[in-house]
């Protein structure tokens, strides 16, 4: 008999109302606290790989999220100055062909909204404007802005980099996230303003991920909303003013930083009539995931904030919460919690760190100054693989979406399964390889 659990969930964003999903599947009582009076998510595209929509199809939502995704052909990376395409992923229907699922761009509020119907349709209870101000490890319980205390037998905190949850998770340490010396403009054009205009209206009949990258920065940008909007992701050296974290950015210092990159984008950027700068930063590895008392875990940005360059934060806090899904789906008592959260880290951890990494090293690959290394990097980019040769030869290539190695191991993840053998194993007592090597399969 599987006991039910009473857990708490700190955190509404898309890692939070994933987790919440995947432990309600697994026959647990679930709670969403969320600090925002109204579930929000910043007016900007959001990109969904194969080893987040793999989770989706296993909770029978991929059909409908379908309905509000544009389904890129490729992602490019463009040379800055002039657009010529340097390399290439394919994407449709390579994902599907390879792994078995399709890599999909969406507006984040439709993510959320998605999800958020979901976890109600599940009857997952989420409350809004609850802002979780203390957390007590000994009494498992959180204690909100206005009084009201939740107890629980498990808490998870998927409450973004910022995590409150995580000071009772690692009460001995100060962690601070780490700035980026990149910050982020994020805007979108409506898809009147692209048509009307004959020297960009073709871009929205692109249904590709586009990336300009040169020096110190890069444009990511791709049609979204079925083609209604298009969006754009802006990285360029600065910072957002001190404490702030999404403010108006300069429309005149935007265009200024991209004066030297392709006309075409150049043109997409003059008609930007709002734009948000947003701080990059991502996290220092944690010492630990899971608080003293066993009972509180982080997932999500909380646990392994990342900078987004290689596209795998939201991906890899839904992969966490699919694996807390498979492991409690077999709980019998609560004095099984801190084996089982400890079972979620070292699975999750070697994981979600080393695409911490990569995300790092995207930013060093990604910005080169013009030069010998430049040259170099845009000559190994232009390989594409073939199957043959991502699946026998592992080809690699400085463009880490088709390196022969690190694309299978990102993209063909398989958190659901991953988790259920780890879990039969220690349920049968059977040991075959080390964790480490399971959680990579
Ligand atoms: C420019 C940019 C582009 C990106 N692109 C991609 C991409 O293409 N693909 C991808 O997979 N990832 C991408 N990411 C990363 C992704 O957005 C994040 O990793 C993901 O949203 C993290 O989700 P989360 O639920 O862990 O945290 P968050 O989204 O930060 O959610 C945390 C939630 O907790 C709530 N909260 C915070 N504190 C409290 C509290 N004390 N009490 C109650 N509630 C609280 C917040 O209101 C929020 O709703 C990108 C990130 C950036 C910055």
Known sequence: MVKTLSVIVVGGGLGGLATAIALKRAGHKVTVLEGAKQLSEVGAGIQVPPNTSRILDAWGLLEKFKTKVVWPGNINMRRYSTGEIIGTTPLKPKMIERYGYPYLLIHRADYLQLLYDASLKLGIEVVLDARVESVDDKAIA???????????????GADGIHSNVRAAVIPDETILPKKSTNCAYRATVPVDIMR?????????????????????????????????????????????????WNEPGN???????????????????????????????????????????????????????MLPYLAQGAAQAIEDGATLGVLFSRIESVDE?????????????PRAEKIQKGALDNGDI???????????????????????TVQKVHVKNPNQWSDGDFQPWLFGHDAISVAKKVLSEKLTGYKSKNLEERASL
């Open 142 to 156: 959180v204690r909100l802005a206005n009084g009201a205390v939740y107890t629980g037998d498990l808490i998870i």
């Open 196 to 244: 009307s205009d004959p020297e960009i209206s073709h871009l929205m009949d692109d249904l590709n991920s586009n990336c300009w990258i040169g020096y110190r920065r890069h444009i990511m940008a791709y049609p979204m909303r079925g083609g209604e909007l298009y969006n754009l992701v802006m990285s360029h050296p600065g910072e957002a003013a001190v404490g702030k």
């Open 251 to 305: 429309l005149d210092e935007m265009k200024y930083h991209y004066r030297n990159f392709d006309p075409v984008i150049q043109k997409v950027l003059t008609h930007v009539t709002g734009c948000l700068k947003w701080t990059l930063a991502d996290l220092p590895v944690l010492s630990r995931w899971v608080s003293p008392s066993g009972r509180m875990a982080l997932i999500g940005d909380a646990a392994h904030a």
């Open 337 to 349: 919690i801190p084996g089982l959260l400890a079972l979620y880290e070292k699975i999750r951890r």
């Open 366 to 388: 990604w910005h080169m100054p013009d030069g010998d290394d430049q040259i170099a990097r845009d000559k190994a980019m232009k390989i594409v693989v073939s199957d043959d």
